[in-house]
């Protein structure tokens, strides 16, 4: 079993709708936890860290629960420029900063 | 640097050949991080560097897999005897502290033929 688990998609939404992704991670000693955003054939970049009591940046809203270890990622009023891949990104063990990715979620937004 | 410079961009090598990928990560970041990212996956962590000190080399997948932060800046990931499983981007990136995000370089996207 992946450390870090996504759906691949791809999520196919209309420009406007509302689209969430949700990651599982299996080491219950995390304790950062990010959304990065990946353009084709570009490098990830930091979307949002994702916090215990939620955080909202504009149009996207993280989500953390610990007890289920899931995180969520919202993205409101979709729009085309928001189309790439999306990775969950969970600190991995042995307190040396080493982040685990998971797979990506790939969105893509129709006009 | 304004950013995390990776060299080369693009690298083509025949199998069993070695390569060199150079990382220069933004100036005064203590920690640097090695990745591979295969196509369709998420990137996989290779090794971790404090300063000079390579404090975590767990990813690497074999012995063929050597990198270097000799001077606590410029990092080198060198793999011998290139094979064609070892075609994926490789990607550096840096952080000021070893927790929070990191800022990634454009990689270097390897091609073993």
């Known amino acids: 079993r992946k450390e870090v688990e996504q759906d691949p998609g791809p999520f196919n939404v209309p420009e406007g709708a509302t689209v969430a992704f949700n990651c599982t991670y299996s080491?219950?000693?995390?304790?950062?936890f990010f959304w990065y955003r990946q353009d084709c054939r570009k490098e990830p970049k930091l979307l949002m860290s994702?916090?215990?009591s939620g955080n909202e940046d504009g149009r996207f809203t993280a989500q953390l629960n610990r007890a289920s270890q899931y995180i969520s990622l919202l993205i409101r009023d979709s729009k085309l420029s928001d189309s790439a891949t999306y990775l969950c990104?969970?600190?991995?063990?042995?307190?040396?900063?080493?982040?685990?990715f998971g797979q990506g979620t790939t969105l893509q937004v129709k006009p | 640097g304004a950013g995390v410079s990776q060299s080369p961009r693009y690298k083509v090598a025949k199998r069993g050949q070695d390569v060199a990928l150079r990382c220069d990560p933004i100036s005064g970041h203590v920690s640097l991080f090695w990745y591979q990212q295969a196509l369709g996956q998420g990137p996989e962590f290779l090794t971790y560097f404090q300063n000079e000190a390579q404090l975590d080399k767990s990813g690497l997948p074999s012995d063929r897999f050597f990198a270097e932060r000799p001077e606590g800046s410029v990092s080198t990931l060198k793999i011998q005897r290139t094979q064609q499983e070892d075609s994926a981007v490789y990607l550096c990136a840096s952080s000021l502290a070893d927790r929070g995000g990191y800022t990634f370089g454009s990689g270097t996207r390897l091609t073993v033929v």
């Open positions: 994702v916090y215990s």
């Open positions: 990104v969970v600190e991995g063990s042995g307190n040396t900063g080493k982040l685990i």
């Open positions: 080491n219950s000693a995390s304790q950062s």
